[in-house]
């Protein structure tokens, strides 16, 4: 059982630096958004929900001494993120590219929730693996609004790039 915990602790750290990145690329996606309220407005409902997500992880880190969250992985995934953010703005189609790379990271995020309600399952750990489905929910609620909505941004981004509006954000 140590060595399982030892990893529901290391991919508990994990996933916070990864919320945290989130959190980060798109809260500077939102900032930039600006021909496309639809999109601006789930990845804002997503980032209240992401903000809730390193509440729920940062109790679960507390709670489990094993655990510390090593604040300089934070900070480098923050600082990861925030440079994506900035580079995005180089690209001409930086809201298709955006939105890609948000359904990918979804993605990741769902297979890391599904790892680690898993190992919870398997140390009996209940509290912890309501909070890892709870989460798993949004994410996919999220991946799958990205997916339904993914052609009609991209249309919308080349309807809006032919008439030479405001199409890259």
Do not use: C
């Amino acid at each position: 059982m140590t060595h399982m915990m030892d990893h529901l602790a290391a991919w508990l750290r994990d996933a916070h630096a990864m919320e945290e990145q989130a959190l980060a690329m798109l809260t500077a996606q939102a900032k930039r958004i600006q021909s496309y309220p639809d999109l601006k407005a789930r990845i804002e409902q997503h980032i209240v929900e992401t903000k809730g997500h390193v509440r729920l992880l940062q109790d679960l880190l507390d709670a489990t001494p094993a655990a510390k969250v090593s604040r300089l992985k934070g900070f480098t995934g923050r600082l990861a993120a925030t440079a994506q953010g900035f580079g995005g703005a180089l690209t001409s189609d930086e809201v298709v590219k955006g939105a890609m790379a948000a359904y990918s990271f979804e993605h990741i995020e769902i297979a890391a929730y599904r790892v680690l309600i898993a190992t919870a399952d398997e140390l009996g750990e209940a509290g912890a693996k309501s909070v890892f489905e709870q989460i798993l929910q949004e994410e996919i609620a999220m991946a799958d609004w990205l997916a339904d909505n993914l052609g009609e941004t991209t249309r919308l981004y080349l309807l809006r790039d032919e008439r030479e509006l405001q199409a890259k954000r």
